[in-house]
């Protein structure tokens, strides 16, 4: 008898495919769970009305009396420090990896009153090297924890940084923390006092063994135009037309390295800005704050482009302060857009390219 292989095994066709999947069916419709899982569990996927075994059965309940154990704990898998052959994408180093916007309470020092706890938002990241998967999230947390009872310096965010750095295997790192830092501010004249709260950062960056340090500041201000005010003034002297300039709500995010020396405290910072630009947005307002406030827009008139280079000014002769940036926005009141300056002071912040959002976070609803 002659046999012939490729008759032997011929490749069905998709009607006899169709009618073999018909059998399958009806099988399982008939068959127990645990047979349809004991023969290939995908069977059940067949029958999406069908009961999916549980086979081998698995627990339901918590198990509250688990204990972990060394051995149990080595055993788990760790695909973040898995190794290069699982990396995805191109093996290239990353800058910064890391997470962001963890939150708990800090004690701050403040210049004049003591030390305050306030909400802080930290950021901590490392660079990762092109060989290497990822890293383990949760360490930079447990770092951070250790210190998260001190009260907060730049020597302990140092402390955190070299932790997170040993404890990762990392070249570079960098640690922020963002806080709303109150200050109680006296009123123009009648002599009310309520707080301003000042969003500030702190920023510790390790590139290459090289620690440094930044303040970031969003000063929030009046901006009267200069302009607008003397076209005012014109209407009134000739054609006695009753007018009023336009002035807006302005925000200047004043980022500065700091020096080695003498500490720059927060206030110092404020008070800086607050020296430059005195028409910062009032707290508690009487009448009489109210028409002063109107008066020192008057005697204070400027432009966005003033408002950068006055701020830049008061940084230039601050000896604690190195190289710096001024971002400035004057949010309307006359246009349908806002005007925005940007002045840089050294290499350090000095940039082709800007985050195209950069200006949209400079609004401060209060």
């Given at each position: 008898m002659?046999?012939?292989?490729?008759?032997?095994?011929?490749?069905?066709?998709?009607?006899?495919?169709?009618?073999?999947l018909d059998v399958l069916r009806d099988w399982a419709r008939a068959a127990s769970p645990e047979e349809v899982a004991d023969l290939d569990p995908a069977i059940a996927r067949l029958l999406p009305d069908a009961e999916m075994s549980n086979y081998p059965a698995l627990s339901r309940t918590y198990p509250e009396g688990f204990e972990v154990t060394d051995a149990y704990r080595a055993s788990l898998p760790d695909?973040?420090?898995g190794p290069a052959s699982l990396i995805r994408g191109t093996k290239q180093q990353l800058q910064h990896v890391g997470i962001s916007n963890f939150r708990l309470p800090i004690r701050f020092h403040a210049r004049d009153n003591g030390d305050l706890t306030l909400?802080?938002?930290?950021?901590?990241?490392?660079?990762?090297?092109?060989?290497?998967?990822?890293?383990?999230?949760?360490?930079?947390?447990?770092?951070?924890?250790?210190?998260?009872?001190?009260?907060?310096?730049?020597?302990?965010?140092?402390?955190?940084?070299?932790?997170?750095?040993?404890?990762?295997?990392?070249?570079?790192?960098?640690?922020?923390?963002?806080?709303?830092?109150?200050?109680?501010?006296?009123?123009?004249?009648?002599?009310?006092?309520?707080?301003q709260y000042y969003d500030i950062a702190l920023e510790l960056v390790e590139q290459a063994g090289v620690k440094r340090k930044f303040m970031h500041l969003d000063f929030v201000y009046s901006s009267t135009c200069p302009c607008s005010l003397e076209l005012s003034e014109h209407a009134r002297a000739t054609r006695g037309q009753l007018a009023t300039?336009?002035?807006?709500?302005?925000?200047?995010?004043?980022?500065?390295?700091?020096?080695?020396?003498?500490?720059?405290?927060?206030?110092?910072?404020?008070?800086?800005?607050?020296?430059?630009?005195?028409?910062?947005?009032?707290?508690?307002?009487?009448?009489?704050?109210?028409?002063?406030?109107?008066?020192?827009n008057a005697a204070n008139a400027i432009f966005v482009e003033d408002a950068a280079r006055l701020f830049c000014e008061q940084l230039l002769a601050d000896p604690r302060i190195g190289d710096f940036r001024v971002v400035a926005s004057h949010q309307e009141s006359l246009h349908s857009h806002d005007a925005v300056s940007v002045l840089t002071e050294g290499e350090t912040f000095a940039a082709q390219s800007l985050d195209p959002r950069l200006f949209q976070t400079l609004v401060h609803g209060g």
């Open positions: 002659n046999m012939h292989p490729s008759e032997m095994n011929p490749t069905p066709d998709r009607d006899a495919a169709k009618a073999a695909l973040q420090n909400e802080t938002s930290v950021t901590g990241t490392v660079s990762l090297e092109a060989g290497k998967k990822g890293i383990n999230m949760s360490r930079i947390m447990r770092s951070f924890y250790k210190h998260a009872e001190k009260t907060f310096s730049f020597e302990v965010m140092e402390a955190a940084l070299a932790d997170y750095i040993t404890d990762l295997d990392s070249l570079d790192a960098r640690l922020q923390m963002r806080i709303s830092y109150p200050m109680k501010v006296q009123s123009l004249r009648s002599g009310l006092e309520g707080y300039p336009h002035s807006q709500r302005s925000v200047a995010r004043i980022s500065v390295e700091l020096i080695e020396g003498d500490c720059l405290w927060f206030e110092d910072l404020i008070e800086l800005a607050r020296r430059a630009v005195p028409t910062e947005t009032q707290v508690m307002v009487k009448r009489e704050d109210e028409q002063a406030f109107a008066e020192l």
